[in-house]
């Protein structure tokens, strides 16, 4: 096996992993329903979306769902196949981000999300992070409906 193919296979098998365990779904604004990708994962949690980030640092974790579709971005220009089972999920995220009213009222509410703006106190910069993960899914979207 070439490191071509061990880097193809494995990527499939982080991206698969990542679909599995990472994709939930969730409704906003009580009419946008959909699959989302968490910014943290807990394996086989039963209340995904109340899991605590590591280290309890939500904060750095929540821009975890940007990092991912950034990764995936350029994976999928190196390697087109990559995401060919995957497409489908993604755009339809993305679809369902553009939507007026996406990110408010998320239910099941909890703070495993990304895509509601936050603000902390005394950093003014996590109010961004909601709109970073947005458009990192919709940067995706687009490369893959090419």
């Given at each position: 096996?070439?490191a071509?193919?061990?880097?193809t296979?494995?990527?499939?098998n982080l991206?698969?992993?990542?679909?599995?365990?990472?994709?939930?779904?969730?409704?906003?604004?009580?009419?946008?329903?959909?699959?989302f990708?968490l910014?943290?994962i807990?394996?086989?949690?039963?209340?995904p979306?109340?899991?605590?980030?590591l280290?309890?640092d939500a904060?750095?974790?929540?821009?975890?769902?940007?990092?991912?579709m950034?990764?995936?971005?350029?994976?999928y220009?190196?390697?087109p196949?990559?995401l060919?089972?995957h497409?489908?999920a993604?755009?339809?995220?993305?679809n369902?981000?553009i939507q007026?009213?996406?990110?408010?009222?998320a239910?099941?509410?909890g703070?495993?999300?990304?895509?509601?703006?936050?603000?902390v106190?005394?950093?003014p910069?996590?109010?961004m992070?909601?709109?970073?993960?947005?458009?990192?899914?919709?940067?995706?979207?687009?490369?893959?409906s090419?």
């Amino acid at each position: 096996m070439t490191a071509i193919d061990q880097f193809t296979q494995g990527a499939e098998n982080l991206f698969n992993s990542e679909i599995k365990y990472g994709y939930k779904p969730r409704t906003y604004n009580k009419t946008i329903t959909g699959n989302f990708l968490l910014p943290w994962i807990v394996v086989d949690s039963q209340y995904p979306y109340s899991e605590g980030a590591l280290a309890g640092d939500a904060n750095d974790y929540q821009t975890g769902t940007g990092v991912f579709m950034r990764y995936l971005l350029q994976a999928y220009n190196a390697e087109p196949s990559l995401l060919q089972n995957h497409k489908d999920a993604i755009v339809d995220s993305a679809n369902k981000i553009i939507q007026s009213g996406f990110g408010t009222n998320a239910e099941p509410a909890g703070d495993c999300d990304p895509f509601t703006p936050y603000q902390v106190k005394n950093d003014p910069a996590t109010v961004m992070t909601a709109y970073i993960n947005r458009l990192s899914v919709l940067l995706l979207a687009i490369e893959l409906s090419k």
